[in-house]
């Protein structure tokens, strides 16, 4: 999962695809237009045999505030590999508060980054 997350931060739709099952994968992956990631959060993981689930968050700038997308991801471990199956996907604005750290991931509070 790491790997595709930064797959998707370095426009790497080769990559993408690469790790995308054949029975779900699309023709072509347009990465243009994508948001400008700027960190994930696994929020979960199992794996049960040759298959696995992974329940992750990952945020982005959406102009001058924040979003996210959090996503149960579906994988099949095929030869050793895992493959990218499917995802329920929800999307959402994130609004932190004062005190939390700041989304870009500097370690800063909110309040004294990017307010």
């Not at 990952?58 to 997308?69: E, K, N, Q, S, T």
């Amino acid at each position: 999962m790491r790997s595709r997350y930064t797959a998707f931060v370095q426009g790497r739709a080769d990559y993408l695809l690469a790790t995308w099952h054949p029975d779900t994968c699309p023709a072509d992956l347009n990465l243009e237009g994508a948001p400008e990631w700027v960190s994930l959060q696994i929020l979960d993981s199992t794996e049960q045999g040759s298959r696995g689930t992974v329940h992750f968050r990952a945020v982005y700038r959406a102009g001058a505030g924040w979003g996210y997308l959090e996503e149960n991801s579906d994988f099949v471990r095929e030869d050793g590999r895992w493959y990218y199956l499917s995802g329920q996907t929800e999307e959402g604005q994130l609004k932190p508060g004062r005190n939390e750290p700041c989304p870009c991931g500097s370690g800063k509070k909110f309040k004294a980054c990017c307010r």
